[in-house]
T-cell receptor, first 110, second 112 residues
C-alpha cells in the first residue's frame, strides 16, 4: 500500500541535543509537510516543500530545519531541542489539496 | 488571520445517537474544506472534503458534512454513531496555495 512512513515513532532526546526525524513516502507526491502537534491543539505547520522548493512558516523557530534530498524523503532537524519542543511531529504529503499523514513521531525532551 | 474554530472539544454520545460537530472558519474567499479523523492509535486520515459543487458532501462510514457559505460553516454529521466512531475529528480549511489551517479537534467518545 502506498503510504507515508515516519521513523522513529518515539524519540527521546536530551535538552540541547540535536535530533533528526525522518519521513518517507511511496505516494510520489510533490508536496511534503512537517507539522508540530501538542496535546489538545491543532497541528501547526512548520514548513512545506513543493518538490525542492522550501517554504518556511513565518513563526517557525530557527531551531527547526528541514531537508528533502529527493521526492521520497524529508527530514526534520531540531538543532537544540528545548522542553517546549516536546510534541508529536507529523509528516504529510499532498495531492490536489488532500493531505496524507504519517503516524507521527512523539518527541520527548529530558 | 485565517482561523478554524471547532465548537466542542469533547463530545460523549451513546451508540445510535445522532452526531453534529460544528466547524466555522474565518476567510471570505474561495475555500476547500476537509474533515480528518484520527482513530485511537492510528494516523490522521481524510473523512471527507468539499471543493465545489453540491454543498452536502458524503464521506466514509456514513459521515456527511454541509458547507453553508453564508455562515462560514462546514458541520459534520452522522445520523447514528457507533462505538467504532470514537476518535478525534479535525476540521481543516485550505484557502488556496499549499497551506491548510486545522481546527483544534473534537474528541468524540461513543458509549457502547
Amino acid at each position: 500500500d502506498a503510504m507515508v512512513i515516519q521513523n522513529p515513532r518515539y524519540q527521546v532526546t536530551q535538552f540541547g541535543k540535536p535530533v533528526t526525524l525522518s519521513c518517507s513516502q511511496t505516494l510520489n507526491h510533490n508536496v511534503m509537510y512537517w507539522y508540530q502537534q501538542k496535546s489538545s491543539q491543532a497541528p501547526k505547520l512548520l514548513f512545506h516543500y513543493y518538490d525542492k522548493d522550501f517554504n518556511n512558516e513565518a513563526d517557525t523557530p530557527d531551531n527547526f530545519q528541514s531537508r528533502r534530498p529527493n521526492t521520497s524523503f524529508c527530514f526534520l532537524d531540531i538543532r537544540s531541542p528545548g522542553l517546549g519542543d516536546a510534541a508529536m511531529y507529523l509528516c504529510a504529503t499532498s495531492r490536489d489539496g488532500t493531505q496524507y499523514f504519517g503516524p507521527g513521531t512523539r518527541l520527548t525532551v529530558l | 488571520a485565517q482561523s478554524v474554530s471547532q465548537h466542542n472539544h469533547h463530545v460523549i454520545l451513546s451508540e445510535a445517537a445522532s452526531l453534529e460537530l460544528g466547524c466555522n472558519y474565518s476567510y471570505g474567499g474561495t475555500v476547500n474544506l476537509f474533515w480528518y479523523v484520527q482513530y485511537p492509535g492510528q494516523h490522521l486520515q481524510l473523512l471527507l472534503k468539499y471543493f465545489s459543487g453540491d454543498p452536502l458532501v458524503k464521506g466514509i462510514k456514513g459521515f456527511e458534512a454541509e458547507f453553508i457559505k453564508s455562515k462560514f460553516s462546514f458541520n459534520l454529521r452522522k445520523p447514528s454513531v457507533q462505538w467504532s466512531d470514537t476518535a478525534e475529528y479535525f476540521c481543516a480549511v485550505n484557502t488556496g496555495g499549499f497551506k491548510t489551517i486545522f481546527g483544534a479537534g473534537t474528541r468524540l467518545f461513543v458509549k457502547a
